[in-house]
């Protein structure tokens, strides 16, 4: 493997690494980094989930002067939700060297945006429609871009904005950098590669094998506002010794955190918001058992190697196998067995079903357990410590304090009263969690536009909410002729 290490990153940047817990480059950061930093443009072909945002953000951090607060990098990417998520690695990887990064996207008011784009952000990500909006009006200006990145070229290829991307690219300098992502390689993304792109060096990493040994895995079909019951039932059933919960975003992590302590668990949550300081106390009291239950988002668990975590749930299934992959093997790990549980909505089922393929391997269909079997399962747990205790302790001190109590009260009274001391009384705090739109993975028919752009093959959510603004903008024509539609 690869260190960061090795690849000649600059101090501000390493040190920023260092802090996301990264130490090895992924095979798609190992190849592309060092191409990059040379100055070449660069054709990756690689899946979501192989590190591909650090593969061009840390060569387009290099290259940016801060001092200068104009536009130095473009990002292109196909929904909001990818633009949010590579922007906010962006502005991590390139915080101690002063580097800012700000999404733009339809769906936001037009004159918040511009007022943000005037304090002076080095790099933009963006999605095709909305940024071609900016660049009519001038409040983008791309002639000061050294590179520039298509993310998940075929995925917009797919929703209808290869046309966009074209005019995109046009109105760049022709001195610029390039760097170009997707999954696959149709036709259409390898013209742009040809006509628009300087000798491009390609680079092509296989999808690693997805395989999960050691580990038993299920799920549980249950409405999003059933979810949370669902997992403390759960929780108090097996009484995990360590478990990680995972989540979509930074707001359910602290909610489902915060409802898991008000239930009286002793849960923490981690997620990219929280200082260095915070999660390393967190992590630390997980490793030692202060905290039995972490809620986490994937970036905030990514080299989580914490040997003892016995379950896994998902209480969001993630948007890609690769993150499903990389959340349940956090359990199974140095040949012991462990347990992932998926909650999935009735609108998953799809999604949930791509996964297996991907993985090669089936979960297994497992009824919501109820509040009674909660309670029992509570039960249950006292009368296996009793158990071991009887199997392992000396007990002999204690004969004489229990047949006094057995000459006033009966054997049965004696061990319910034992029971419910020792019991962990549950607790039915009302909580609430935040909505989560479901991960769709249906294929709208090609023949129409505006629904081709509802739902699409990646797992991004609803991509409608992405790109370009909602008022139907005109695909045909040059860049100049695009109707003014100033909708946010």
Request: glycine letters at 6%; hydrophobic letters at 35%.
């Amino acid at each position: 493997m690869t260190t960061f290490n090795e690849l000649s990153i600059s101090q501000p940047i390493m040190t920023a690494l260092e802090k996301m817990g990264f130490e090895e480059a992924t095979p798609i950061q190992a190849e592309t980094i060092p191409l990059a930093m040379q100055g070449n443009d660069v054709i990756g072909q690689a899946q979501t989930g192989t590190g591909k945002t650090a593969a061009f953000g840390i060569p387009m951090i290099e290259k940016i002067d801060p001092s200068q607060k104009i536009i130095q990098g473009l990002v292109v990417a196909p929904t909001r939700e990818l633009a949010n998520q590579v922007a906010e690695e962006i502005n991590r990887l390139g915080k101690n060297k002063g580097v800012r990064t700000m999404p733009v996207y339809g769906g936001q008011h037009m004159e918040r945006q511009i007022r943000a784009l005037k304090d002076g952000p080095h790099i933009v990500v963006a999605t095709p429609g909305r940024l071609l909006d900016h660049m009519r009006r001038k409040t983008i200006r791309t002639n000061n871009v050294k590179i520039a990145v298509l993310d998940e070229a075929d995925e917009m290829l797919n929703m209808g904005f290869i046309d966009d991307i074209r005019d995109i690219l046009k109105n760049i300098p022709d001195g610029r950098q390039t760097l170009l992502f997707s999954a696959t390689m149709p036709k259409e993304i390898r013209d742009i590669a040809t006509n628009l792109m300087n000798s491009p060096k390609e680079v092509k990493v296989k999808s690693k094998e997805m395989t999960v040994t050691n580990i038993e895995q299920f799920f549980i079909e249950v409405p999003e506002k059933y979810k949370f019951d669902t997992l403390t039932n759960h929780l108090d059933i097996n009484a995990p010794a360590l478990a990680i919960v995972f989540s979509r975003t930074k707001k359910r992590v602290d909610e489902i955190a915060e409802g898991l302590q008000a239930r009286g668990f002793r849960a923490e949550g981690i997620h990219g918001d929280l200082t260095q300081g915070k999660r390393t106390s967190v992590l630390n009291k997980f490793k030692n058992s202060r905290v039995e239950v972490l809620v986490a988002t994937d970036v905030a668990a990514r080299g989580l190697d914490i040997s003892g975590v016995t379950h896994v749930y998902n209480f969001d299934i993630p948007q890609d196998p690769e993150s499903y992959v990389h959340r349940i093997g956090r359990t199974g790990r140095a040949g012991r067995t462990g347990e992932a549980i998926s909650f999935i909505t009735p609108r998953e089922i799809a999604h949930l079903q791509s996964i297996e393929k991907m993985t090669k391997s089936k979960m297994k269909r497992i009824m919501p357990p109820t509040n009674q079997e909660a309670e029992r399962g509570q039960q249950q747990v006292t009368v296996d410590k009793l158990l071991q205790t009887i199997e392992q302790k000396d007990l002999k001190s204690y004969h004489e304090t229990a047949n006094e109590l057995l000459q006033n009260h009966d054997s049965i009274t004696v061990i319910a009263a034992a029971l419910k001391m020792l019991t962990k009384e549950r607790r039915d705090t009302p909580v609430r969690i935040s909505s989560a739109q479901p991960i769709s993975v249906k294929k709208a028919p090609r023949g129409k536009d505006n629904n081709r752009r509802t739902n699409n093959k990646k797992f991004y959510g609803k991509r409608n909410q992405g790109g370009r603004n909602q008022g139907g903008r005109n695909r045909k024509g040059n860049f100049q002729k695009r109707r003014n539609n100033n909708n946010s």
